[in-house]
């Protein structure tokens, strides 16, 4: 086996912590070419598709890449920003205020960001933090509930760099965090002001991502997350078990994946008489294709040709000040033991940088 180039060994040199925030990933232009790179290692990973990889080679380059690459470049396409993709906007947004609000509590840190799919890719990320000299990782999904097919295939994506590397930095990984207090906090804080505004609905649906159902047969525990989750931003809303319905979106392929579906569940509660229904996606934390295209776009129009009046799409929790303080707390009690707190000027010195950073990270904001 070859191994990395190691940055230089010096004793006494002081070692620093970063925090790296792992979303899904995003094409880099809502082009055809570009959908079809990223679509073609999005859907190479074993733990996302588990046929065997022969049969899935012909499937995957004889009909999903020519024909699906297209398609989704449409899409994609329709909810393109001038600063790009998104979910790559929020994602950088959300790093830089996670570093002021960490600040603001005393800790040293830095924190970035990276893609399991595309740029910036994980391995370029892990390398150029290991040349900066930082010697602690803590990994943070941007996926509440765990399955195998997202978090877990953001460890294998570390595990496999750092198989390459000779002085590996101590790791940490926040597995889940879908029943945190304060991300529950989040989602139910995102749902009261946007009812505040729009007035209640008559149902609230809980869409999250889907899986195919042989995953959960064979231990996947993101099924039991999910309804947790939503068990708990329920319970928080005050809702009765009539006031709410979990959903699942995003099928790929004819099996069977985790049910009821989103689309066809919309459609119906139109056709029974609900005529308003709020649609709020707890498993993402940052807008993107599926919620964005998918959920504001495609459901909503069936929920309006089956008879349905009223619907309402709640953003993601995004760059919510409290949403980012519930971040910032997962990051904090995962950091705990490591010498990242600073006392007296040299703690009030990382808060005026603290203060700097999150003000920078507004202005990217205002910008976007």
């Known amino acids: 086996m070859s191994f990395l180039k190691e940055p230089e060994f010096s ?150 760099h750092f198989q390459q590397v ?25 749902v009261v002001q946007h009812w505040l505004i729009n007035g209640r609905p008559e149902k609230l649906v809980m869409s999250f991502h889907g899986l195919p159902k042989a995953f959960l047969l064979r231990g996947d525990p993101y099924h039991c997350e999910c309804y947790k989750t939503a068990r708990l931003l329920a319970e928080k809303l005050g809702l ?35 005529r308003h229904i709020d649609v709020i996606c707890p498993g993402f934390i940052a807008d993107c294709l599926e919620t964005l295209e998918e959920i504001a776009m495609e459901v909503r129009e069936e929920f309006l040709h089956a008879g349905g009046k009223e619907f309402n799409y709640i953003p993601c929790l995004n760059e919510s000040p409290t949403w980012m303080r519930a971040m910032a707390e997962i990051a904090e009690q995962h950091l705990i033991g490591w010498p990242t707190m600073l006392t007296g000027s040299l703690r009030e010195a990382q808060k005026q940088q603290a203060l700097t950073s999150k003000t920078e990270a507004k202005r990217l904001g205002a910008e976007h």
């Not at 006494?12 to 290692?41: C, E, F, H, M, W």
């Not at 940490?172 to 945190?180: E, G, P, S, T």
């Not at 099928?251 to 008489?273: C, I, N, S």
Request: overall charge positive.
């Open 240 to 274: 009765n078990k009539d006031q709410y319905i979990v959903t699942f979106q995003s099928r790929l392929g004819r099996a069977e994946w985790l049910q009821p579906y989103t689309a066809p569940t919309v459609a119906q509660l139109a056709k029974d008489g609900i």
């Open 166 to 190: 000779r002085n590996i930095p101590e790791l940490r990984l926040v597995k889940n965090y879908h029943d945190h207090d304060a991300y529950i906090e989040a989602l139910q804080q995102s």
């Open 11 to 160: 004793h006494g040199k002081i070692s620093k912590t970063a925090v790296v925030l792992i979303n899904l990933g995003t094409p880099d232009a809502p082009t055809r070419s570009a959908v079809r790179r990223y679509l073609k290692q999005f859907l190479w990973d074993r733990r996302v598709v588990e046929i065997p990889r022969a049969i899935w080679w012909l499937i995957l380059n004889g009909i999903i890449l020519p024909f699906r690459s297209g398609q989704s470049a449409k899409k994609y396409a329709s909810i393109w920003t001038k600063e790009g993709s998104p979910l790559k906007v929020h994602t950088m947004k959300q790093a830089a205020l996670l570093k002021g609000y960490l600040g603001e509590r005393g800790h040293e840190v830095h924190v970035c960001y990276a893609m399991r799919y595309g740029t910036p890719s994980i391995p370029s990320v892990l390398q150029q933090l290991k040349a900066e000299g930082y010697e602690r990782l803590l990994i943070l999904s941007a996926y509440p509930q765990y399955s195998a097919t997202t978090t877990a295939s953001n460890f294998d994506a570390v595990f496999s």
